[in-house]
């Protein structure tokens, strides 16, 4: 039975949502988030990503930075920027990029549910990029940034959201990217307690994007539960902020390879090699992204090439069928020595939104050979977390990505 609640959110004014809501921490380095501010001063970026109100001297990670996101948050709410609701409520949260839409519900999961892997993860975390958002949930007092969950679609959650969607909502606009964002709020007791009742039917919730902002919301709350050995389990940080979306309406994007060099072989000598696992047909200067699993695109030399993995190598397993795991375990790996993508220099991810002549351009400039890959899909994605295994890394980009600044879950 998954926890999840409404809670009373603060949100934006309606005349600021657009201005407020901005892409995830994580999108930016420390220049682009700058940029970014200095072109909308009220974007919450700017909380997100404190830093950018100091000179470059200061480091991201400075005390000065948190405290200053902490200012800044209660500064806005103080003088109305953003408003408290009386209630507790769940949102509807709809996105609507390149004319599909998706439509999740805003509200918060429980600590203890991520602890005892009823929200699965798909992913490891690293305690290095655990530590930054630890510091600003808690300085903060809040959760700014939604995570990115999902589920198997339920229908009594669907009618509830089919119905309210046909009512004014409480924001609606569409952002720089060409998003279109919609909030609707959800708060007679009625529908609440039927909304309740339908999560506690679902067995499994899933992360699908964010765990390094999950993992650090659980983690202050272990720590608030440290502070408070008197808690009761209900209080504000037990639980922590996010979007569930039905998994009928999600999309996931190819997450792209790039890598500098051949490995020492010149390219006969490389495509020799990669015979032994793929059929390779040269496509010359027209650009392939695969239709089907266990088919690659290959750029090489200003051609383009479509692999085709070979039926020996090919898997049931969870994680070893994955078309991220085929390219790792018979290419990058034997044949590139890119043994660990974590860490390797010689390798770069290329988000599936940048398109094809994004690797094109990479790998006639600063790389030698792009690899354009056919996406994970949920079920996939599922199939490993229901395993309790892990995917090989940048194996998902979703999108379009959830806006921060629409939604806040304070702690107390």
Not at 1 to 9: H, L, S
Not at 26 to 38: G, H, I, T
Not at 101 to 117: E, F, K, M, R
Not at 321 to 331: F, I, K, P, T
Request: charged share 30%; with cysteine.
């Amino acid at each position: 039975m998954a926890t999840v609640k409404a809670f009373r959110c603060v949100r934006p004014k309606k005349e600021l949502a657009d201005k407020i809501a901005a892409l995830p921490y994580d999108v930016y380095n420390r220049a682009e988030a700058l940029e970014e501010v200095k072109k909308e001063p009220m974007s919450f970026l700017k909380i997100d990503r404190a830093e950018t109100q100091f000179e470059d001297s200061v480091n991201t990670y400075d005390d000065r930075v948190y405290e200053k996101a902490h200012d800044m948050l209660w500064e806005m709410i103080e003088k109305g920027s953003f408003i408290r609701d009386d209630e507790n409520s769940y949102y509807v949260y709809e996105l609507i990029m390149n004319q599909r839409s998706q439509t999740g519900i805003v509200a918060c999961a429980s600590i203890d549910d991520y602890q005892n892997n009823m929200i699965k993860k798909h992913e490891n975390t690293r305690e290095e990029k655990e530590i930054d958002r630890i510091k600003h949930v808690d300085r903060c007092n809040a959760q700014t940034g939604p995570i990115f969950l999902a589920y198997r679609s339920n229908q009594i959650i669907n009618e509830i959201v089919k119905v309210k969607k046909q009512e004014e909502p409480l924001y609606q606009f569409t952002s720089s990217d060409k998003v279109s964002h919609a909030v609707w709020k959800i708060s007679d007791t009625k529908s609440v307690e039927k909304i309740a009742d339908a999560f506690r039917t679902i067995d499994s919730i899933y992360i699908a994007d964010g765990h390094h902002r999950a993992a650090s919301a659980v983690k202050v709350g272990l720590q608030r539960r440290q502070q408070n050995p008197n808690y009761t389990g209900e209080e504000e940080f037990n639980f922590f902020l996010s979007v569930l979306f039905p998994d009928d309406q999600l999309m996931i994007m190819p997450y792209n390879r790039v890598v500098m060099d051949l490995n020492g072989y010149t390219k006969i000598e490389f495509m020799e090699k990669l015979k032994v696992f793929f059929e390779v047909e040269n496509l010359g200067r027209q650009p392939f992204s695969p239709s089907q699993k266990a088919t690659f695109g290959m750029y090489l030399d200003q051609e383009w090439y479509k692999l085709t993995a070979k039926g020996n190598i090919l898997s049931d397993d969870a994680v070893e069928g994955l078309d991220v795991s085929l390219l790792q375990n018979y290419l990058l790996d034997p044949i590139l020595k890119i043994e660990d993508p974590r860490i390797d220099k010689r390798i770069d991810f290329i988000g599936g939104i940048r398109g094809l002549s994004e690797l094109e351009k990479r790998a006639s400039t600063d790389m030698k050979v792009a690899f354009s890959m056919y996406p994970t899909s949920i079920a996939e994605l599922f199939h490993v977390a229901d395993d309790h295994r892990l995917m090989p890394p940048k194996s998902t980009w979703f999108e379009p990505k959830l806006r921060s600044g629409l939604f806040i879950h304070t702690l107390d």
